[in-house]
């Protein structure tokens, strides 16, 4: 890491976008490699993520928080279900709408996700004092918090590393 003052730094606002894309690059490849064993992959991870943390009201409702199609929302959460980590559970308020609900095997599995994802991230900001990784994580989510119209965060990261 650089210690010069930022106005000597030569070419700092296009270091800026190349650091922001090395660094989702590589996040993305890690965060694949540690949701290989899920149906999907990465996109399964998000969808449990979704599923147990935004509590979406429909299967729609979940097509649309993570802008898949909904055929291919139906086949990956049959994938998730025959796998025990969902269940498709009527809504009591509405009797046409099936919720999506994790099971037990399922928070598990996602709580899993969530320690191999943490360990990825570590290692990725190896290079930073665990201080520094703090401050770095506080100040991206602060500044990334209000730049688009969407505020769904599953359905950004969806966007951003193409994985729609």
Do not use: K
């Amino acid at each position: 890491m650089s210690t010069a003052p930022a106005e000597t730094r030569i070419g700092q606002h296009s270091l800026f976008g190349w650091s922001l894309a090395a660094l989702l690059r590589e996040w993305s490849a890690r965060v694949d490699a540690a949701a290989d064993d899920l149906p999907q992959g990465t996109r399964g991870y998000q969808l449990l993520t979704a599923v147990v943390h935004g509590n979406p009201p429909s299967q729609a409702a979940l097509a649309a928080t993570l802008g898949i199609d909904r055929t291919v929302m139906t086949y990956l959460l049959d994938a998730f279900e025959s796998c025990g980590l969902v269940e498709r559970q009527q809504d009591p308020a509405d009797r046409r709408t099936r919720r999506i609900v994790a099971t037990d095997r399922g928070l598990e599995v996602l709580a899993a996700m969530e320690a191999r994802v943490a360990a990825a991230e570590d290692e990725l900001l190896s290079s930073l004092h665990p201080e520094q990784r703090a401050v770095l994580r506080e100040l991206l989510e602060r500044a990334a918090t209000g730049t688009g119209p969407d505020e769904d965060r599953c359905r950004t990261v969806v966007e951003a590393t193409g994985r729609g």
